[in-house]
Each structure stands twice: as C-alpha cells, then as structure tokens.
C-alpha cells in the first residue's frame, strides 16, 4: 500500500509565497511521475504541474514563472514552490504519483487547501 501525504497550504496574502510538499510513503514501489492538481469551488480539477521521474516538467500557462516544481526521488517527495500568489490561486491542491506496485496505478494525496487573499 501507498500512501501520499501533503503539506504546506495554508491563508496567504496576494503578491505572497507557499511551499507544497507531498511524500510518498509505503513499501516495494517505484515512482514515475509526479504532479500537483487543482481544484476551485465549482471548477473542474486541473494541472498545475508535473515532473518526470527525469526531472522534465510542464506547467500550467496559468502558472508559469511563478510556481516552480521539483522532486528529491531519495526521499519520495515532491515540491510546489508558489510565488506572486494570486487570488485565482485559491483552491484545494492535490498530489497525484504514478506509482508502480504489481501495475502502473495513479495515487493522490488528501488535498491541502489554499487560500489567496486580494
């Protein structure tokens, strides 16, 4: 079994910065990709980013230049770092790995919520 668990969200003024961190956690798994998802009251959850198990990664236009997404495959983990903050950020933000026990199967973490305060 595989857990993912996030962290990191959280109230933020607009113009401000917040660090996403979600770790991987069980036994006998290999991870591919990973990525952050969005998901604003009322809106059909979204990619913000995601990253190779290479390290190749893909933002969301909306997103570009201001979040920065990384990984530390010894511990895991992945990273959102998210800067200039906008309202239009505001929303629940999802891990998701593909993850690979006995098959290939996407995971998603809890969620963690954001806020963006104008």
């Known amino acids: 079994q595989v857990q993912l668990v996030e962290s990191g969200g959280g109230l933020m003024q607009a113009g401000g910065s917040l660090r996403l961190s979600c770790a991987a956690s069980g036994s006998r798994f290999s991870i591919n990709s990973m990525g952050w998802y969005r998901q604003a009251p009322g809106k059909q959850r979204e990619l913000v980013a995601d990253i190779s198990s290479g390290g190749s990664t893909n933002y969301a236009d909306s997103v570009k230049g201001r979040f920065t997404i990384s990984r530390d495959n010894a511990k895991n983990t992945v990273y959102l770092q998210m800067n200039s903050l906008k309202p239009e950020d505001t929303a629940v933000y999802y891990c998701?790995?593909?993850?690979?026990?006995?098959?290939?199967?996407?995971?998603w973490g809890q969620g963690t919520q954001v806020t963006v305060s104008s």
């Open positions: 998701n790995a593909r993850i690979r026990l006995a098959h290939w199967n996407d995971y």
